[in-house]
């Protein structure tokens, strides 16, 4: 018990006008579904339905497909670049301006706390949108050839963790590089890819530039297998994405996949524990660790194993968990009861396989769908919770003794998107750094992003990487390269649904 308490500090929901319903974004414009569906999206802390959402069936998958086909050979694809570039710094503005909106709808349809939506997610939407601006009449400068052309019409598919941010992410370095989008968000999180759609009616961006076909994994599917498409970019789990690999294997449409990880936090006996411990917090904490690149598994060397998992459990214990729109909130809601199951699932497993649960006292609120901050010691390679991506607030600690164990320990696992190493010596740091096979290496921080630099994962991570120039790269040809599918298929008939 502290001495003092945190007075409720929520962020007021007044400044989000939520509609009772909302329809598909295709050709500039929100309409019905062809076939009527809809499905509901809950505020995960409260299960309170927010609103009805336009489930996108084939029809409406081929619909948005021709919209951004006419819009990228007629307006977006022989516009000039620098016209384009001024309506992304368009779209960057408008998110600053309308950021405190963005950041409230976000943490009531995700789940995450205000502070992370308010300080990370929307000013990072800001930051990817102004950066690829910039890039937009730069591109024959990029490093993809002297006269690098759009591929046409990207499908783009993304995860619930980062609903806006990973809507970003796919269209900022697309619509630079003079491609057209069709964007499905996730079932569970459609609501702020919605708002983005009204804030590029704002913007005055060209009908059909961007689509947005909201809908669950059968709409995913319809949008990936179309026939139209030039290029699919995919973030979610490493079994869709191999399903997509598989369904676009053989034929032009381009690829790029983002999918999960299991990264290693490496500590080192000579890190400044202090820091340590909060990159350990945030690696795993942040988010409610639905973060595929999260530090979901410590290695810590053995001779300080007990005064950090100390001074870590003491800090745990001061973590916040609650409503997500109180300022205070550190941990919010796990995104939906069946995300909760999982983890329910896999944490279970770690018991019954002998590793050691630690949770720190946390009263969870009586509704809504809620995991404690979690530890488990005692955990060795082989147990499920070693291996498999938990994606939830659930932290598995194994030891080391030398370097080469750490990076032998860090590299067994299937995935390999992020790492984390924490020590004084510089030159460990390089030494680490080239041999852990993760697409990015974090030195005494965790969780860092930039949209200049490059993010990606080698192995079932995935392949393809977003951000900063290399981001550009999976939207670009090089010019003498041909490109689109036959012209048969441009009309949006004949589409292959999957
Ligand atoms: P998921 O793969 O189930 O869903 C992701 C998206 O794909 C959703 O929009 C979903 O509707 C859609 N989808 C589902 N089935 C589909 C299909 N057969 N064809 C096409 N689309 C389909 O993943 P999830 O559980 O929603 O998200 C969590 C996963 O995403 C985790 O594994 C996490 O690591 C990964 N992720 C990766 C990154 C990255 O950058 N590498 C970022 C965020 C999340």
């Known amino acids: ?131 690829y601006a910039g890039w937009a009449d730069k591109l024959q400068h990029a490093g993809f050839g002297p006269d690098p052309r759009p591929l046409g019409v990207a499908g783009q598919v993304i995860p619930w963790n980062f609903p ?26 459609p609501l702020t890819a919605l708002l983005l759609a009204e804030i590029l009616q704002q913007a005055d961006l060209p009908p059909g530039v961007v689509n947005v076909v909201t809908g669950a994994g059968g709409t995913g599917r319809a949008l990936v297998s179309h026939d139209g498409l030039d290029k699919v970019a995919f973030t979610g789990s490493t079994e869709v994405g191999k399903e997509i690999a598989r369904t676009l294997a053989g034929t032009r449409t381009r690829l790029t996949l983002e999918l999960g990880g299991k990264a290693a936090n490496v500590v080192f006996d000579d890190a400044p524990i202090d820091q340590a411990v909060e990159g350990i917090v945030n690696g795993i904490f942040f988010n409610q660790g639905h973060v595929c690149c999260a530090g979901s598994r410590l290695l810590v060397q053995e001779s300080v194993a007990e005064p950090v998992l100390d001074s870590l459990k003491r800090r745990l214990a001061t973590l916040r968990l609650g409503d997500p729109l109180d300022k205070n909130t550190d941990i919010g ?37 809620w995991f404690p901050p979690t530890l488990f010691t005692g955990v060795s390679q082989s147990h499920r919770i070693a291996r498999e991506e938990i994606f939830g607030p659930v932290l598995s600690v194994l030891t080391f003794r030398t370097p080469a164990e750490a990076v032998e ?44 630099s490059p993010f990606g994962g080698y192995k079932e991570s995935g392949f393809g990487r ?8 999976a939207y670009l040809a090089e010019g003498n390269e041909t490109l689109g599918p036959p012209k048969a298929e441009l009309s949006g008939d004949g589409a292959r649904h999957g």
């Open 1 to 131: 018990m502290t001495d003092w308490d945190y007075a409720p500090a929520p962020e007021s929901r007044d400044v989000v006008r939520l509609r009772s319903s909302y329809g598909l974004f295709i050709d500039g414009r929100f309409s019905e579904p062809v076939d009527g569906s809809s499905f509901k999206t809950v505020n995960p802390a409260s299960e309170e339905v927010l609103a009805e959402v336009a489930e996108a069936g084939p029809g409406d998958v081929d619909r948005a497909v021709a919209a951004a086909r006419r819009a990228h050979t007629d307006v977006w694809g022989p516009m000039r670049p620098a016209e384009r570039a001024k309506y992304l710094y368009r779209v960057a503005r408008l998110v600053q301006e309308r950021s405190r909106e963005l950041a409230v709808l976000e943490s009531l349809d995700n789940g995450k706390p205000i502070r992370e939506s308010r300080d990370v997610d929307v000013p990072l939407v800001a930051a990817h949108f102004f950066h």
């Open 164 to 189: 806006l941010l990973m809507a970003a992410w796919k269209l900022a370095p697309a619509l630079a590089a003079g491609n057209t989008c069709v964007l499905k968000p996730a079932e569970t999180t």
């Open 333 to 369: 809601a796990i995104n939906s009861s069946v995300q909760l199951d999982r983890i329910r699932e896999l944490a279970a497993a770690g018991d019954a396989e002998g590793a050691q649960r630690w949770q720190p006292a946390c009263q969870l609120p009586d509704r809504g769908y």
């Open 409 to 452: 320990k860090a590299n067994n696992t299937p995935y390999g998107l992020s790492a984390g190493v924490w020590t004084e010596k510089g030159s460990r740091i390089l030494w680490m750094a080239q041999r852990l096979r993760a697409g990015v290496v974090w030195a005494n921080t965790f969780n860092r992003f930039d949209p200049a």
């Open 466 to 473: 977003e951000g900063g120039r290399h981001g550009l790269e």
